[in-house]
């Protein structure tokens, strides 16, 4: 059953067409999504941390100098080191943090701001972490689907309502990281302090628009947003989520973002479906959803192997907040999907880059010379800078820039994307 839910806010208005049924549907909702963290643009190579390996040096295979990895920065080096924060290299728009070293890159159990082992600074996945490098005969490439992991969940939240606010400490205290869509000209929650602790906690903030407002959907409604989130927040919003899912923020978004969250079908992405990524499905739970409920959505996920997507507007008392749901089911759901141990919790910006990078990869071409093997490949306008693939070979030793990759013993190799080729050898 469909019905429009209207609040007012000033003189902005907000019109949310959605489905109440029990399964969390909301069709027709689009949502503009999160850009990377300022700090991730640069060009060239960098350095591992301590006891990592040292990652190639490489350009950007989009053509644009500002999205290349920087010379300079600091990549993540062995598993325990910290992400460290580097000048931004030559060409590179914003100096800050490095580009594989941004906080809330985390996984199951994992605490906000944490980093993994090897250069991705992933989590993780379960498993021994004592396996011996691959010794047969050189064949195929095979990527990790999540990362390593069984599936993917994010947590996105959507309009920065006040209860977003108020308990925002209850939802930091779970360690694990979020996606907060910011409704910029929801105000004055929208230049609320907590989005910059948000950001400092390795949280990801996402672009949700200026007005909200399907009559004034454009890129420079789009883009306002951005503005306002880059001046008062001092990172560069890289995923989108479509207001109301509105079909017509596809077209406002497309060139501005990688991704752009929508609301249908409530189901999970698969690693190599035909999801739409400027109109990518999400969950959205019903109002006062329960735990079981929520835990029925992460069960179907995992057994599928596919990337669970919600989006929580509020907690029960905020009449601002669509479908607003119970704090205490929430967390008791969240904490259950960690206490799986083997679903990658992450950011909207994270796992969606890994899934678009193995999509890219299951494209590339190859080339054979003499024994070696050759794979090249083109990731799609607007994508992240300092994202990895994992990946596992039946022998040989893999390359990129004229550098072997070191084997993780926790079973995989990590493969730049931004090198836009990697090279197989006996």
């Known amino acids: 059953m469909y019905f429009t839910h209207i609040a007012r806010i000033g003189s902005l208005s907000l019109c949310l067409l959605a489905c109440s049924s029990g399964n969390g549907n909301e069709p027709g909702i689009s949502i503009p999504m999160y850009a990377a963290p300022a ?33 300079g920065a600091t990549l993540v080096g062995s598993a325990g080191s910290s992400a460290v924060t580097g000048a931004a290299g030559a060409g590179g728009a914003d100096p800050g943090t490095a580009p594989v070293a941004d906080a809330g890159s985390v996984g199951s159990g994992g605490a906000a701001g944490a980093v993994g082992p090897g250069p991705s600074g992933l989590p993780a996945p379960p498993g021994p972490d004592n396996v011996a490098r691959p010794a047969g005969t050189p064949g195929d490439i095979t990527v990790l689907n ?49 989005w910059q602790t948000a950001v400092a906690d390795g949280h990801e903030i996402g672009n949700h628009t200026l007005s909200h407002n399907p009559n004034t959907c454009t890129a420079g409604d789009v883009n306002s947003a951005t503005q306002f989130i880059q001046s008062n927040l001092g990172v560069k919003p890289l995923t989108m989520a479509a207001p109301n899912g509105d079909i017509c923020y596809k077209a406002a978004g497309t060139g501005l973002f990688f ?33 079981n409920a929520f835990n029925a959505n992460i069960n179907d996920g995992r057994t599928r192997g596919g990337w669970v997507i919600y989006v929580v507007h509020g907690f029960t008392g ?13 967390t008791s759901a969240i904490q259950y999907t960690k206490s799986l141990g083997d679903m990658w919790i992450g950011r909207m910006v994270d796992v969606g880059a ?46 990129q820039g004229g550098a072997p990759l070191t084997w993780d013993p926790h079973g995989y190799y990590e493969i730049a994307l931004d090198a836009g080729a990697v090279t197989l050898r006996p």
């Open 259 to 291: 991704i752009n969250r929508g609301v249908q079908p409530a189901q999970p992405v698969m690693p190599n479906d035909n999801s739409d990524p400027l109109n990518l499905n999400c969950y959205i739970p019903a109002t006062g959803q329960q735990t």
């Open 146 to 194: 999540w990362a390593g992991f069984k599936g993917a969940v994010t947590y996105s939240f959507d309009d920065n309502n006040t209860s977003q606010i108020q308990n925002y400490g209850a939802l930091q205290a779970l360690g694990v990281p979020f996606t907060f869509y910011l409704w910029t000209g929801h105000q004055p929650q929208a230049s609320n302090s907590i």
């Open 354 to 399: 890994y899934w678009l990078g193995q999509k890219a990869f299951s494209r590339a071409m190859t080339s054979q010379t003499g024994t070696q093997k050759t794979w090249t490949w083109a990731l799609p306008g607007q994508f992240p800078p300092g994202k990895y693939l994992r990946v596992t070979v039946a022998g040989g030793t893999l390359e």
């Open 318 to 330: 905020d009449g601002a907040a669509y479908q607003p749901v119970d704090l205490n089911q929430l």
């Open 39 to 71: 700090g991730e643009n640069a060009q060239g190579g960098a350095s591992g941390g301590s006891g990592g390996q040292a990652a190639p040096a490489v350009s950007s295979s989009r053509g644009d100098p500002s999205e290349a990895v920087g010379a």
